[in-house]
Nanobody, 122 residues
Framework: QLVASGGGLVQPGESLTLACTAPGFALDNYPIGWFRQAPGKEREGILCISVGERTTAYSDALKGRFTISRDYVENMVYLNLTNLRDEDTASYYC?????????????????WGQGTQVTVAS
């Protein structure tokens, strides 16, 4: 399973970088997507990065403030969150797109495991 880390409590306007890792699993060979889920709300897709580092946004709403990247040496995928708002408070998860490309469907993300909590509050 993939493990997300790097969350925390931040104030509005601040930034965070989340990391996705999978011990013993080569993320380099798969498209990796991030999604988030707040209590009582549906899963919301954020961004996906292909093996060739092409990025796909699940929605345009988050595309401008959030970016995704890979580190092939460290076997990590990062999600950079900037200008955070209260409504960004949620648990963030990373998963493998089981279509083997960035399909744009959050339902295709599998192997997601432990998420990381991001709380934005004054």
């Amino acid at each position: 399973q993939l493990v997300a880390s790097g969350g925390g409590l931040v104030q509005p306007g601040e930034s965070l970088t989340l990391a996705c890792t999978a011990p013993g699993f080569a993320l380099d060979n798969y498209p990796i997507g991030w999604f988030r889920q707040a209590p009582g709300k549906e899963r919301e897709g954020i961004l996906c990065i292909s093996v060739g580092e092409r990025t796909t946004a699940y929605s345009d709403a988050l595309k401008g403030r959030f970016t995704i990247s890979r580190d092939y040496v460290e076997n990590m995928v990062y999600l950079n969150l900037t200008n955070l708002r209260d409504e960004d408070t949620a648990s963030y998860y990373c998963g493998v797109d089981n279509t083997l490309h960035c399909s744009g469907s959050v339902l295709r993300l599998v192997y997601w495991g432990q998420g990381t909590q991001v709380t934005v509050a004054s």
